[in-house]
């Protein structure tokens, strides 16, 4: 019976280096995973402040886009409005040399009407006294 409890004594102490051992790999193990999600955390830290960077740059972007886009279609209306004056008093000069002209024009018809009318007179006395006399 000693004989047994000698194997049984080195086959305790075995067991206990074993449970350490494994122990200390687990322990390893998870201390390895530990490091690598805290490079990961910091990692994506990093991405996340480059992201807030670039969103910051995209808009102060999207406000000096809007600013000049603004300032162009003020630039452009202003130069509308300049052409649009600019041809209205054109067509107002037009609409203006047009009405003189119809108002000769009508004076002019007037006179021939009353030419005609003189004509008409003239003709209709002419032919009353070239008719023979009956």
Known sequence: MSKEVDQNEPMQTRGR????????????VLENRVVNLEKFVG????????????????????EQLRDFVL????GNVEMMH???NSTTEKLAERDDAL?????????EIEELKGELTIYKVALSNGM???RPKQ
């Open 128 to 130: 009353l006294s070239s």
């Open 82 to 84: 300049g052409l649009v």
């Open 71 to 74: 300032d162009s279609l003020g």
């Open 99 to 107: 009405e003189d002209m119809m108002r000769v024009m009508k004076k």
């Open 43 to 62: 990692n994506m830290k990093e991405m996340l402040e480059l992201v807030e960077g670039r969103i910051n740059g995209f808009s102060s972007m999207k």
């Open 17 to 28: 280096a074993g449970k350490v051992s494994r122990s200390s790999d687990i322990l390893t």
